[in-house]
């Protein structure tokens, strides 16, 4: 495969982002490439504005810009994306691809009642509204069909692969008495993908009734026994943890010998926390949101499964001749 020149491209990253982004540069360089990797500085007002300082020259480069889109919040993490793309832009950047593990806003994505937006459409032509930006890398969009509110290329990576990794480590390679459980409908087709990339094991659906934001009432299991089995569920995020700790608890008092979550974003908000270490719930969540290594050691309950390789892969098929990272979204 012919290399692109390199020069052409540069890693930019905020703050929160500057250690995956410099781990990811290690992984690109153990595929034989070397970009330039810098560290974007907010100044920000007594009012609160927020402005963006580019600390190198960036004219003629295509900019990969690497974001956190939950911290410190979700409405702060989109204005800064705004307003720095705009400067990205303005520094005669040859165009930019943003790369957010985790995009919020996306629960948001129908008129499911009255006078409500359709936020992620809205979020979707707010990054479209620079028209330097290329193209977006994600991870496990909410939905799916959510890569129709863009008209940008977009790679939505999958946490299938990297979870049946951990996952297989986990069980060394013993699935016999293991059942994946879809933690609603809609969870269900994500959790047969799990499934099959871990051998075909048996999956069963748990049926819930949403009462609210953040709420559920548990009702029954459609399928397979979970009785002295071993049950992973897998989401694609983890909010304030109540939903996925109830269904737990759940599935233990209906027999089951073990339950394992999996999530690919751990958001972790409403003292999640102590609601997971208080009833000894294990749970496996990516760094799609960053977090620190004291946090990680302080929280025993909780296990880091790196994305970055796997964000190093996709930037590298991106800037390849015929590259493709279709492979790494299946």
């Known amino acids: 495969m012919e290399m692109t020149d390199e020069s052409k491209f540069v890693l930019l990253s905020t703050r929160l982002m500057h250690e995956f982004g410099s781990e990811l540069c290690l992984y690109l360089e153990e595929r034989g490439m070397s970009i330039p990797h810098y560290l974007i500085e907010f100044t920000t007002f007594a009012n609160g504005e927020m402005l963006p300082q580019i600390p190198h020259t960036i004219r003629g480069q295509h900019v990969f810009f690497l974001h956190a889109l939950q911290h410190p919040d979700p409405n702060t993490a989109v204005m800064m994306m705004l307003i720095t793309s705009d400067a990205i832009k303005r520094a005669s950047a040859a165009g930019i691809t943003l790369v957010v593990p985790f995009l919020s806003y996306l629960r948001q994505d129908r008129k499911d009642r009255p006078r409500v937006p359709i936020s992620a459409r809205l979020l979707a032509d707010l990054i479209e509204s620079n028209r330097a930006v290329r193209g977006l890398i994600t991870i496990d969009m909410h939905a799916e069909q959510e890569q129709g509110f863009f008209s940008i290329p977009v790679d939505n990576l999958t946490g299938v692969t990297v979870f049946?990794?951990?996952?297989?480590?986990?069980?060394n390679g013993d699935f016999s008495d293991v059942v994946m459980m879809a933690p609603d409908f809609g969870g269900a087709v994500r959790n047969r993908r799990l499934a099959r990339a871990l051998g075909d094991i048996p999956v069963c659906i748990l049926e819930k009734r949403r009462t609210g934001?953040?709420?559920?009432?548990?009702?029954?299991?459609?399928?397979?026994?979970?009785?002295?089995?071993?049950?992973?569920m897998y989401e694609d995020m983890i909010d304030s943890g109540g939903t996925a700790a109830e269904a737990s608890q759940k599935v233990a008092e209906m027999g089951a010998r073990e339950v394992y979550l999996c999530a690919t974003h751990g958001i972790f908000s409403r003292g999640a926390e102590k609601r997971f270490a208080e009833k000894n719930i294990a749970v496996a969540c990516t760094n799609s949101i960053p977090r620190s290594a004291d946090y990680y050691a302080q929280e025993t309950w909780l296990t880091n499964v790196s994305v970055i390789p796997y964000f190093a892969d996709a930037i590298y098929e991106t800037t390849q001749m015929g590259g493709s990272i279709?492979?790494?979204s299946q």
């Open 326 to 328: 279709s492979k790494l």
């Open 213 to 232: 934001p953040n709420k559920a009432e548990m009702l029954s299991v459609i399928g397979e026994s979970v009785v002295d089995r071993r049950v992973v």
């Open 164 to 171: 049946a990794e951990h996952l297989r480590h986990k069980f």
